[in-house]
């Protein structure tokens, strides 16, 4: 029997500003059952409290400490220490990091940050890399889901500083275990009792089982037809989260 269910947001509680249909029943079932609930995002385009408002604004029933992302994970990283992170992330992001001392940088974090992914910006990434500055990662998912198209996410230019610098990015958000293991301790679960419930093949299910978790994929938000065939590993296939939800709770 599961005792936590982790969701990731969009594409499975909603797609673009469209929430899809069940889901808010399906958490409000969730949330008033025995399970312990938590919300896993790596959104980079969005502070915490947007999120959280913009859930709850949809209809969704949930609370601020059951809300769990990438970008809050980073900023703590670089708070623990002390660094002066460069911040290559979204334009709506900016003030998540605002409070961070970023003068002569000691660090580099980089989220989805759009517009900002020039040659000027990775270059200067990649410089202070080589000289000897962490990368850390707001998640490392390879592409998400927007107004029905699929568009390139932070992922891919973290790999490309990763290999033109011979560094190692530490993954803040899906699909790092330390990233998932700190939401278990949160519930006070072991991994094996947790379910995931995510539309990204790789950073939602690959990462869940990676960390011991069981994982459902869901059929709506940026799944495609044979994502189930690309990883290894048993998992469930669900057509929405109602489906998600009623296998959680048996």
């Not at 790596?42 to 409290?49: A, E, G, K, V």
């Not at 890399?129 to 990662?137: N, S």
Request: with cysteine; glycine share 8%.
């Amino acid at each position: 029997m599961f005792k936590a269910i982790f969701f990731d947001l969009s594409g499975v509680l909603y797609d673009g500003t469209r929430v899809i249909p069940g889901a808010v029943a399906a958490i409000q079932q969730a949330q008033q059952s025995h399970l312990q609930v938590r919300f896993v995002t790596n959104t980079s385009r969005m502070t915490s409290r947007q999120v959280l408002l913009g859930l709850q604004n949809m209809g969704f029933e949930l609370t601020a400490d059951q809300l769990f992302s990438a970008p809050v994970a980073a900023k703590a990283l670089a708070l623990a220490n002390n660094w002066r992170p460069y911040c290559l992330v979204h334009r709506n992001l900016k003030d998540e990091f605002a409070d961070l001392n970023q003068e002569n940088p000691d660090a580099v974090i980089i989220g989805d940050a759009e517009q900002d992914f020039c040659y000027e910006n990775l270059n200067y990434a990649f410089q202070l890399c080589r000289a000897g500055a962490p990368l850390v990662g707001i998640g490392r998912n390879r592409y998400f889901k927007l107004d029905g198209k699929l568009h390139l996410d932070a992922g891919p230019f973290i790999s490309a500083i990763e290999y033109a610098a011979s560094v190692q990015a530490i993954i803040m958000g899906k699909p790092s275990a330390d990233f998932f293991n700190q939401i278990s301790v949160s519930t006070g679960v072991k991994n094996d009792e947790i379910l995931m419930v995510g539309d990204d093949v790789f950073g939602d299910i690959e990462g869940a089982l990676k960390s011991g978790m069981h994982a459902c994929l869901v059929k709506t938000g940026k799944y495609q037809t044979g994502d189930e065939n690309l990883i290894a590993g048993q998992f469930s296939c669900a057509d929405s989260v109602t489906q998600a939800v009623e296998l959680a709770l048996g």
